[in-house]
């Protein structure tokens, strides 16, 4: 996964030379101005870096799903305040990705400045991933910067396209986003143990198909538990479950036997006849006692304690989806559990962690350990086409 270029191998001089930089600014808005800066934080450093190297930089961002249209509510003018009170600097938004009004723009542009171009989804081309309309872009540049790991799983012009047409590198948040995976399942350090939660197996399939062969040790949980528990016979009263997956479920336990991979599913959960917080028929028992009007909600703290021995002995982490049903107290106990026990494994250096997917991460915040793990994606779909061990265009066209 490392076969491709950084910042590193640029010139250090990039005085008046037009860096295109695919980033993310799809920021979630409120009252006009974004609720959430995380993602320009996380680009902040490439483009800082790329501004003070003397290179004109030239940010390609999609917003929305305009749908080959354009919309003035989706135009990437609406997140210019944001992204210059991150970057502590100015921005010349451009209102067109190609042609004469871009190309002038440059000119205006000096050396170290950094210019918005319109939201790349106006165009039908992009999602086309048009080389044409890759190509009517890729002529304004020097170099394409790829630091949106986050659109990374789409074939598009500005996440794919522009690469196969300029010298191609990868920015610092895509890099480190490539190295922390790499770590993970690329060429982990091992025994390798994967937490993977959430409603439906059916969700999921790819993820737990592709990981029972590279991985040691493989936690199941959240509604998905479930399935597996049936599959297993285990009668789950009116839990959430998926028993049409039952049979798809049990040859996935049989690639694991045969993998080498130990998959733990809970031995003693919480249970409650109805999904509310605290219920009065809150209870906890052993899987097999389970009565036909309870729900499974949450893993038992005999299962907790005995998945956090099993992380003592590993050496890598992947972490995708709650234990249960996690919003809703106390059935976020496990998760919390196991997250601070996870984060306390990697403070220690006995274990490398990497989680993904947009529970996980509120999960890991609600615990209050989210700056206590190795690395946490935020890039959703492109992480979870990571765990299915599909090639991700974007990557791929760095790496040609």
Not at 1 to 15: C, E
Not at 139 to 145: I, P, S, T
Request: hydrophobic content about 45%.
């Amino acid at each position: 996964m490392n076969n491709f270029k950084t910042l590193d191998d640029l010139p250090g001089d990039l005085t008046g030379k037009v860096a295109l930089v695919r980033v993310d600014l799809n920021l979630p808005m409120q009252g006009g101005s974004a609720s959430d800066l995380t993602r320009v934080e996380a680009i902040k450093p490439t483009v800082l870096e790329l501004s003070e190297k003397g290179a004109k930089v030239l940010m390609l961002a999609h917003f929305g799903r305009p749908g080959g249209a354009r919309h003035s509510a989706l135009s990437t003018s609406m997140v210019v305040g944001d992204v210059e009170g991150v970057l502590g600097k100015e921005l010349m938004f451009i209102p067109e990705v190609a042609g004469p009004v871009v190309e002038q723009s440059i000119g205006i542009l000096r050396p170290g400045d950094i210019g918005l171009l319109d939201n790349v989804r106006f165009w039908p081309g992009e999602e086309a991933n048009d080389p044409n309309f890759a190509q009517s872009i890729a002529a304004h540049g020097d170099f394409y910067v790829n630091d949106a790991f986050s659109a990374a799983h789409r074939a598009h012009a500005t996440t794919e396209g522009i690469a196969h047409h300029l010298p191609a590198y990868a920015g610092r948040a895509m890099e480190r986003e490539l190295t922390a995976l790499d770590s993970a399942l690329g060429n982990p350090e091992t025994p390798v143990a994967a937490v993977v939660g959430g409603a439906k197996v059916s969700t999921k399939l790819d993820v737990l198909q592709n990981l029972v062969g590279k991985v040691q040790h493989l936690i199941i949980g959240g509604g998905m538990a479930n399935t597996f528990l049936a599959a297993r016979g285990v009668d789950v009263g009116k839990s959430l479950a998926e028993h049409d997956l039952i049979e798809t479920a049990s040859k996935i336990l049989d690639e694991a036997d045969h993998s080498g991979c130990t998959v733990h599913l809970p031995y003693d959960v919480v249970v409650a006849k109805e999904f509310a917080a605290n219920p009065a028929s809150l209870r906890t028992c052993n899987v097999h006692e389970v009565a036909s009007d309870e729900m499974i909600l949450d893993i038992g703290p005999l299962a907790t304690e005995a998945l956090a021995d099993v992380l003592k002995t590993c050496r890598t982490l992947v972490w995708n989806g709650p234990l249960g049903a996690f919003e809703t107290e106390p059935f976020d106990t496990a998760t919390m559990a196991l997250a601070r026990h996870a984060a306390a494994l990697t403070q220690e250096g006995s274990l490398i962690s990497v989680a993904g997917g947009g529970d996980t991460v509120a999960a890991l915040a609600q615990a209050g350990v989210t700056g206590d793990v190795t690395y946490i994606s935020t890039a959703g779909g492109a992480f979870l086409e990571w765990m299915e061990g599909k090639e991700l265009p974007g990557v791929a066209a760095l790496s040609a």
